[in-house]
C-alpha cells in the first residue's frame, strides 16, 4: 500500500513537472545563478551522463510503432529531415554575422542550429492538435541522424572559427542520444507487457525536466563568473540572438510545410520540430568540445529554457486560432 502511495505521488509530482517544465528550468537557472556553487557538480562527465539519462527517458516512452513511422512515410519525414538540419543552421550562420557575435557566443548559437530535435517538441505537437506521429518519427530521424549531420554542419558553419573535431564529437552524440535511445527501446520491447512497465513510462517525463535543470543549473554555476563580471546587458543580447533564431525557426519551418502542401496538422508539427532544438545537447556539446570558449554554453542554455516556453505559447496560439476558427 505505502508503495503504491509513493509511485502515484511521483506520478503527480512527474505530471507537474512535465506540464511546467519551462518553469522548472527557468528556476534552476535563477537559483543557480545565486548559488552556483549547488551545481558546480554537474561539469564534465556528469553532464553528459545526465543527457544520457533524458535520451534514456526518450526511448522508454518509443515503440516499434513509432519507428514504421520512419518507413510508411519516408517522404514526409526526408522533407522534415531536410527542413530541420537546413533551416536552423543557416539561420543561425545568418545571426551571427547580422549581430556580428564574439566567436565564443557565435560557436553557442551555431551548435544550437547544428543539433536534431529537441525531445520535447512531441508534447507540444501533440498540445496543438498536430500530427503526434510525424513528430515522433522527425524526432527519431533527427535523432539517429545527428552523429553525422551536426559535425558535419558544425565544420561548416564554423570551422572558420574553431577547429572542430568532427571525429570526436560523432562519437560523443552517438554515445549520448542513440545508444541511450536504442536502449530505452529495447527496454521498451522487452517488458512493456509487464504491468509495473507502464508505471515506470509514467515517471519519465518528470526525470527528463529534471535532468534538462540540472544541466542548466550546471551551465549557469560555470558561466557565473562571466555573466556578474559582463552584466545584464550580455544576457539580453545573447537571448535577442536565441529569439529570433527560435522565432525564424517555426515561421520557416511552417513555410516548408505549406510549399510540400502539408496539412494543418503536419504544418504545425514541421513548424515545431524546426524551431525547438535539442539544447540540451548543445549545451553538453559545448562543454565538452568549446571548454576554451565557456561563453559558448550561454546561448545554448538560453535556448533550454526559451525553447520550452516558446514552445508551449506557440501550442496556445495554434489552440487559439482553432477556436476562433470554430467560433466563426
Known amino acids: 500500500m505505502k508503495q503504491s502511495n509513493l509511485i502515484t505521488a511521483l506520478q503527480r509530482i512527474s505530471r507537474w513537472l512535465s506540464s511546467n517544465a ?10 543557480s545563478f545565486f548559488f552556483p556553487q549547488v551545481f558546480a557538480w ?69 551548435l544550437v542550429g547544428c543539433c536534431p530535435g529537441g525531445v520535447s517538441s512531441n508534447i507540444m505537437s501533440y498540445l496543438c492538435h498536430g500530427d503526434v506521429a510525424y513528430s515522433v518519427g522527425m524526432t527519431c530521424a533527427s535523432t539517429l541522424l545527428a552523429p553525422v549531420m551536426t559535425p558535419l554542419l558544425m565544420q561548416i558553419t564554423a570551422g572558420e572559427i574553431i577547429q572542430i573535431d568532427a571525429i570526436g564529437m560523432f562519437l560523443n552524440i552517438l554515445i549520448v542520444t ?14 512493456s507487457s509487464r504491468p509495473s512497465f507502464p508505471r515506470v513510462q509514467s515517471l519519465m517525463p518528470g526525470l527528463s525536466v529534471t535532468c534538462l535543470a540540472f544541466i542548466v543549473g550546471g551551465v549557469i554555476s560555470t558561466i557565473h563568473d562571466d555573466l556578474v563580471a559582463r552584466g545584464l546587458m550580455l544576457f539580453l ?26 496539412n494543418t496538422a503536419k504544418k504545425r508539427t514541421l513548424s515545431i520540430e524546426v524551431g525547438m532544438q535539442n539544447a540540451g545537447l548543445a ?19 538560453i535556448s533550454c529554457a526559451w525553447h520550452s516556453i516558446s514552445g508551449t505559447i506557440l501550442a496556445g496560439i495554434y489552440l487559439r486560432f482553432d477556436k476562433k476558427k470554430q467560433a466563426e
Not at 178 to 188: D, E, H, Q, S, T
Request: with cysteine.
Open 283 to 301: 549545451t553538453v556539446l559545448a562543454g565538452t568540445f568549446f571548454s576554451a570558449q565557456p561563453l559558448a554554453i550561454l546561448p545554448c542554455a
Open 42 to 110: 554537474v561539469r564534465g562527465n556528469t553532464q553528459t551522463v545526465i543527457l544520457g539519462i533524458i535520451m534514456l527517458t526518450m526511448g522508454l516512452t518509443l515503440t516499434t510503432n513509432d519507428f514504421r513511422v520512419l518507413a510508411r512515410r519516408p517522404l514526409d519525414i526526408l522533407i522534415g529531415a531536410c527542413a530541420q538540419f537546413f533551416i536552423m543552421p543557416c539561420v543561425a550562420y545568418l545571426l551571427v554575422h547580422i549581430f556580428r557575435l564574439e566567436p565564443a557566443l557565435a560557436l553557442g548559437i551555431l
Open 237 to 262: 543580447w545573447t537571448f535577442v540572438v536565441v529569439f529570433c533564431h527560435n522565432t525564424l525557426g517555426y515561421l520557416l519551418g511552417w513555410t516548408a510545410g505549406r510549399l510540400a502542401h502539408f
Open 22 to 31: 519551462s518553469l522548472t528550468v527557468i528556476a534552476a537557472a535563477i537559483f
Open 178 to 191: 542513440v545508444i541511450p535511445v536504442g536502449i530505452g527501446c529495447y527496454l521498451n520491447y522487452a517488458y
